[in-house]
């Protein structure tokens, strides 16, 4: 069994992210803020990880400019999902090698197909 990392500080986005990969056979960790998803990665093995672009103390990119610089886990597949599709956000994305950058809403099968061909996914 796959383990994801959802990591978003509204509840809503993390409940609706549960509903669509908890029947995908994922054992499903959650983090509501960045340094909680950094804790995560480091304690436990997660393969893939979701991110919110926009969290409280830290960006989404902050978090994966740390996985993408600790050696253990810079071929992580990471997911950033961002409220608005700024191309400045995606840039900043791209340049830390974000394996994909979707921007919300986005529907349940969208993000699934889109999910599935990424490595762990």
């Not at 093995?45 to 991110?51: Q, R, W």
Request: glycine share 8%; hydrophobic share 45%.
């Amino acid at each position: 069994m796959s383990r994801m990392l959802i990591a978003d500080d509204y509840p809503v986005v993390r409940g609706l992210l549960i509903s669509i990969f908890q029947l995908d056979n994922y054992k499903l960790f959650l983090a509501s803020y960045e340094l909680q998803a950094c804790e995560l990665i480091q304690s436990t093995p997660v393969d893939p990880a979701i991110l919110s672009l926009n969290m409280p103390e830290a960006s989404g990119c902050d978090v994966l400019g740390w996985i993408r610089g600790a050696p253990a886990h810079k071929d992580l597949p990471v997911v950033l999902l961002a409220a608005k599709g700024h191309r400045k956000d995606k840039t900043i994305a791209m340049e830390h090698q974000v394996s994909l950058f979707l921007t919300k809403p986005c529907g349940s099968r969208d993000l699934r197909a889109q999910f599935s061909g990424l490595p762990g996914g």
